[in-house]
């Protein structure tokens, strides 16, 4: 174990880290997503970055429940549920991250649902505009796409539409729950890749369709195999561009994460996470990560586990090998 070597491309320094715990759950209906950031903390991973990984990790101590900014009243709009919850959390998680990544830190989010992808991506994207004057690309790991808009939502949780909000494929008015998301805060859908789909709504295969947006299914996996899917996926998003890793837990097959919400068999082995990982760390453009979607509660056997492989893809993509 030793501290990562690769000398990152768009940061300031090899070892600054800013870390965001993000206990929030309002993105879907399962309670028990929002102990997943502590659950990975008492499970040694900011030691391990600190001693292991020699991270100056920056954090607060502290998992943010947001419960100061919760709304009395949250009635669904546009088919969405919860809409002022999550508008508020990613709100305020979009400046939290932009602090740490407008100083050059390279940012760690943990979840929290994946709706909180809305906060973290805006705030890095925001940042690397303002600090390199580039566009980032999104590197995201997934059974799902969420890239559903509200009207194409049948559940209406909005950790099934951030990507769709990311890429302003949903927009919404100035006055409105993502109303506050900016251009400056956006990304182009020419810039996302995704990979480990295997449960996509039929309206969101017509999206990714009608935007030619870059997907690597299981099926994709399959046939090339995992590297030759990461040189392709890579080769994509080409070598001057920062990246942003948002990376669920239920991309892994349950064999390897069963303690996550939308569990989808066929997934990804624990190796073929951590090896996605490790290859976005070896091109020195990854800016952020996201670890999105572990619910300890779900699966008493399971947890533990779920848990160490969320850890371990943090740590691989980190520059763990």
């Given at each position: 174990m030793n501290a990562p070597t690769i000398q990152p491309k768009f940061l300031s320094t090899k070892t600054e880290l800013g870390l965001v715990a993000v206990g929030f759950s309002g993105g879907q209906c399962k309670p028990g997503v929002d102990a997943a950031p502590?659950?990975?903390?008492?499970?040694?991973?900011?030691?391990q970055l600190k001693d292991d990984l020699k991270y100056d990790v920056h954090y607060d101590g502290q998992v943010h429940a947001y419960a100061d900014l919760m709304p009395k009243t949250d009635p669904d709009y546009r088919g969405m549920k919860k809409p002022k919850a999550?508008?508020?959390?990613?709100?305020?998680?979009?400046?939290?991250?932009?602090?740490?990544a407008k100083k050059g830190r390279f940012v760690l989010t943990l979840g929290g649902d994946?709706?909180?992808?809305?906060?973290?991506?805006?705030?890095?994207?925001?940042?690397?505009?303002?600090?390199l004057g580039r566009d980032m690309a999104v590197i995201w790991v997934d059974a799902h796409a969420d890239i559903n808009t509200?009207?194409?939502?049948?559940?209406?949780?909005?950790?099934?539409?951030p990507v769709?909000?990311?890429?302003?494929?949903?927009?919404?008015?100035?006055?409105?729950?993502?109303?506050?998301?900016?251009?400056?805060?956006?990304?182009?859908?020419?810039?996302?890749?995704?990979?480990?789909?295997?449960?996509?709504?039929?309206?969101?295969?017509?999206?990714?369709?009608?935007?030619?947006?870059?997907?690597?299914?299981?099926?994709?996996?399959?046939?090339?195999?995992?590297?030759?899917?990461?040189?392709?996926?890579l080769g994509w998003i080409g070598s001057d561009t920062p990246i942003h890793l948002s990376f669920d837990i239920d991309a892994l097959d349950p064999m390897w994460a069963p303690s996550t919400g939308t569990a989808v068999r066929g997934g990804l082995?624990?190796?073929?996470?951590?090896?996605?990982?490790?290859?976005?760390?070896?091109?020195?453009?990854?800016?952020?990560?996201?670890?999105?979607e572990v619910n300890p509660s779900l699966e008493e056997q399971g947890a533990a586990e779920t848990v160490r492989a969320g850890v371990s893809i943090v740590r691989s993509s980190l520059g763990d090998t």
């Open positions: 502590m659950a990975l903390i008492e499970s040694g991973l900011v030691e999550v508008c508020a959390v990613t709100k305020q998680l979009s400046s939290q991250v932009y602090e740490h994946h709706s909180i992808a809305i906060g973290t991506i805006s705030g890095t994207a925001k940042a690397i505009r303002e600090r509200p009207e194409t939502s049948d559940s209406g949780n909005i950790h099934g539409m769709a909000f990311l890429t302003g494929l949903a927009n919404d008015k100035p006055d409105a729950p993502f109303g506050w998301l900016n251009d400056d805060q956006r990304i182009s859908p020419k810039k996302l890749v995704y990979i480990g789909l295997r449960d996509v709504d039929r309206g969101e295969k017509k999206i990714l369709r009608d935007n030619g947006i870059k997907a690597f299914s299981m099926h994709d996996i399959d046939r090339y195999g995992i590297g030759k899917v990461m040189d392709m996926a082995t624990l190796r073929e996470g951590d090896f996605i990982a490790e290859c976005v760390h070896e091109t020195g453009s990854l800016v952020a990560l996201d670890l999105v």
